[in-house]
Structures are given as structure tokens and as C-alpha cells.
């Protein structure tokens, strides 16, 4: 059942251009299923996407615990136990990462959890750190704990969902919201929305399933926050598989229960998610398209930013980062370019900090170099006196870092259908995307 509302005139704007929706996902040679197994559909402007509840489905295996799903059992795995020597020695190895490794359809927060509350003995004694190491011939005694219910309040926030039924959803997020309750932002995030959307009863406890700070999986997972709405308990937990940035725009997928996260978390673990990015960058890359392989830490000189670092080890201080960029537009002679970004890690704040790393800062990513004075600087030059009013107007009113989240690819954690969807940038992205085509555009050929 698709439901459709009339385009806004800067989507159709935006939809207008004819090289922008011509190169996005390819077919990815990790989905292997056969077409027929797959759905694949475009977001414009607010496209409510829904599959009737009751579908049959052709392609891929079912496993017996999704077929339990599928028939209404929701499995919550209080009181599993987990008794097992560690065989192998491979190193440095989280005790968090090898139990998860050992136990299917539970999130890594939800191990991390059971590890504080001290239900986890390696070696007959009580271990209530996370991180802490296993190595051959250690026993591990581990009992899963009972889920938490995530502290937060539901609220009446709209939400954009382009895909949803009984297991995920996909919102098309706007800029400026941020996805999670922290502290200063205990309202008004995407989950708050969520919850009022599922209409799933909240209560207020402590949240221990956020994943450790010092977490060695990827940066933009956050394994601890799912939502299960079973009949043995309704514990809620919007589960938000992966992050966007606040100011950043676009698709983001949400799991309603720990098999479904567990089963994304795994995919992102695997790099088998697929997720395209389009930018608008303050500058042109000196090459037409590039894969950067260049660690990403903490920057030195400011503690709220991360940073590019040649040569780093892969550490607590750098991890290994690679994102591979193509130039689709070449904008108003050279002061800008529409550039698509794929990400083949997800650290924070990849994009912007490789963006940097490049000389090509994101259009209004102040932290990271993309200054509205920058912008201006590159742009004035090369614009109409006649259009410098205009030009001045929305580069200054522009207040986020321009990047979208624009496609998002992912096997369903029950059907094992692959989903696919494209949404394009909203209408502050679009707007400033149009006028820089107006002074000037040049298409990238395609290689």
C-alpha cells in the first residue's frame, strides 16, 4: 500500500537534475538474493511506505526463531545462561564481544548490562567490566539479564516514516533534531517521537543499556536501544541502530525488538548495510571521485571535533576509517560540488572530518572548517552581482553541515528480503543546491 502527497517545488526541484538518482545503489554483490526477494522505492517529500501485515514472501530462508516471530512469539532471553571455556586465543578480545559473539538475537548493550549488574563470572570470580579481556581456557559464566526499560518521555513529534511494519521502521529524519535523549537534550528527539508513534507505554528507569564509551565496534552503532512491545512485558527502547548526526538530514533505520536489532547491529558490524550520502562541499576535489583510508581520533585541539590523522594506529586514539566520495556536480564555477559519499566504516563524524581532511569542508560545517565566510569567500567571486544578495542570504541562514542521508539498503531481519530506499534532501538543501545550479553547474561524467 503506497500513500502519495503532492511534491513540493523544491523536491521537484531537486528531483529535476538528471545525473542525481542515476548512480545510487548499485546492486551489492553481499545481497545475493534473487530480485524477486527484494523491494526497492523512493521517498518524495513525506511518502508514507507501508507492506499490508499478512504478506507472503518468496525469497530467502526463515529461520525457526524468525518463524516464532513471525507467528506472534517475541523471545526476551531473561535468565539464558551462557557456560563456555574460550577455545581459541586471538588476541585482544572484549569479554562484551566474545559473549555476544557466542549468544544470537541479544544487542551488545543488553551483554554490557548483564556484565555490570556482576551476572557474568570468567574464572568462577565476578566481572563487572565490559571491556575487560578474555583469552584461552578462561570460563565464562554468563546470565542474561531482564530488559530495562529506557528512561523517556513519549511525544506528540511528526515524524516522517518512508518504511515501517511489525518488526522495523525507516524515518526520513529532519535537520536540526537530534535521535536520543542525553543530557541537554532529554526532549523533542527522535525517540521521544517514536515512542508516541508506536503508542508503547514508558516508564522511568535508569538506562543501563547504552553501550560503553568505549565501545570497539563501529562508531555510529548504538546496540542498546531497541523496542519490544511483547506480551511478557512491554519494555521500551526505540531501537536505534545507527546515528545521524544532529544537523545532518535522512534515512535512519529503527528496530522494534531485540532480534530485529541484534540482526541490523550485525549487519552494520559486517559493512553489508548500504548507506549513501550526498554533500554539498566548499570547494571541488581535486579528483572526480577517491577512496580515503585515514584514521579518525579525537582531535587534539578540540576536544568537540574529531580529526583525520595519517599514519595513526588502529587505537582508542584512531581507528581505521574509509569512505569513498565521487563528484557529481561541479557548482557555481568550481565553489562548490555536489559530492556522494559511501561509507565503508562509520566512525563519527566520518564524513565531515575526511571532508576536511580533503581541503573540501561541508557547506555550513562550522566545526570543521566549512565557514559561512569560507563559502562566501569561494562563491562571491564566481556569482552574478545581481545574485550576491541572494547568494549571501541563504549561505548565512544556513545553519548545519549540507549533508543527507539520501539511501539506505538492508536484508530485513525476518523475511530476509532486501529493502532498499532513497529519500532526497529537504527543502534548506535543495534551495541552496538550486540557486548554485543556477550560477553554474557541470556534470561529472561517469566512469
Not at 100 to 123: D, E, F, T
Not at 317 to 324: E, G, I, K
Not at 370 to 399: C, I, N, Y
Request: with cysteine.
Amino acid at each position: 500500500m503506497l500513500s502519495l502527497c503532492c511534491l513540493s517545488s523544491s523536491t521537484k526541484a531537486f528531483l529535476s537534475s538528471p545525473s542525481l538518482f542515476l548512480s545510487f545503489l548499485p546492486p551489492n554483490p553481499r545481497f545475493s538474493s534473487a530480485p524477486s526477494s527484494s523491494f526497492s522505492f523512493q521517498c518524495r517529500s513525506r511518502i508514507l511506505v507501508s507492506f499490508i501485515s499478512g504478506s507472503s514472501f518468496t525469497g530467502g530462508s526463515i529461520s525457526d526463531r524468525n518463524a516464532e516471530v513471525l507467528a506472534g512469539v517475541r523471545p526476551n532471553f531473561p535468565g539464558v545462561r551462557l557456560e563456555e571455556t574460550v577455545a581459541v586465543d586471538s588476541g585482544k578480545v572484549r569479554l562484551d564481544s566474545w559473549i555476544s559473539s557466542r549468544v544470537s538475537g541479544i544487542s551488545r548493550a543488553r551483554v554490557q548490562s548483564s556484565i555490570r549488574l556482576g551476572l557474568v563470572k570468567v574464572n568462577g570470580r565476578i566481572v563487572d567490566k565490559v571491556s575487560q579481556n578474555v583469552k584461552a581456557g578462561d570460563k565464562i559464566d554468563c546470565e542474561i539479564s531482564e530488559l530495562q526499560p529506557l528512561k523517556a518521555e513519549a511525544e506528540d513529534i511528526p515524524l516522517d516514516i518512508v518504511y515501517e511494519d511489525d518488526s522495523v521502521l525507516v524515518v526520513n529524519k529532519p535537520p536540526h533534531m537530534v535521535v536520543h535523549p542525553a543530557p541537554g537534550n532529554a526532549t523533542g528527539t527522535l525517540v521521544n517521537g517514536i515512542l508516541h508513534h508506536c503508542s508503547l507505554p514508558t516508564e522511568s528507569f535508569s538506562n543501563q543499556e547504552i553501550i560503553s564509551d568505549d565501545e570497539d565496534a563501529c562508531d555510529d552503532e548504538l546496540s542498546g536501544i531497541y523496542m519490544d512491545a511483547s506480551t511478557s512485558g512491554a519494555s521500551v527502547r526505540p531501537g536505534i541502530v545507527h546515528r545521524l548526526d544532529k544537523g545532518t538530514s535522512g534515512l535512519l533505520v529503527v528496530a522494534k525488538d531485540e532480534h530485529s536489532h541484534a540482526y541490523l547491529s550485525e549487519q552494520f558490524k559486517l559493512h553489508t548495510i548500504q548507506r549513501v550520502y550526498v554533500s554539498l562541499t566548499s570547494g571541488v576535489p581535486s579528483q572526480p571521485s577517491g577512496r580515503i583510508e585515514v584514521p579518525i581520533g579525537r582531535d587534539p585541539n578540540n576536544r568537540i571535533r574529531m580529526a583525520a590523522i595519517p599514519g595513526a594506529t588502529n587505537s582508542k586514539q584512531a581507528r581505521h576509517a574509509a569512505s569513498r566520495y565521487k563528484v557529481m556536480e561541479i557548482l557555481a564555477g568550481g565553489g562548490s560540488a555536489l559530492v556522494e559519499w559511501r561509507l565503508e566504516t562509520g566512525r563519527t563524524h566520518q564524513i565531515r572530518a575526511h571532508a576536511k581532511y580533503l581541503g573540501i569542508p561541508l557547506l555550513g560545517d562550522e566545526v570543521y572548517g566549512g565557514t559561512k565566510s569560507m563559502a562566501l569567500s569561494l562563491l562571491r567571486p564566481r556569482t552574478p552581482s545581481s545574485q550576491h544578495d541572494q547568494l549571501s542570504k541563504l549561505v548565512s541562514g544556513f545553519e548545519r553541515p549540507c549533508l543527507h542521508a539520501l539511501a539506505l539498503g538492508f536484508r530485513h531481519p525476518y523475511t530476509e528480503k532486501n529493502i532498499h530506499i532513497t529519500c532526497p534532501p529537504p527543502a534548506d538543501f535543495a534551495e541552496i543546491l538550486r540557486l548554485l545550479r543556477k550560477i553554474g553547474a557541470v556534470q561529472v561524467p561517469k566512469y
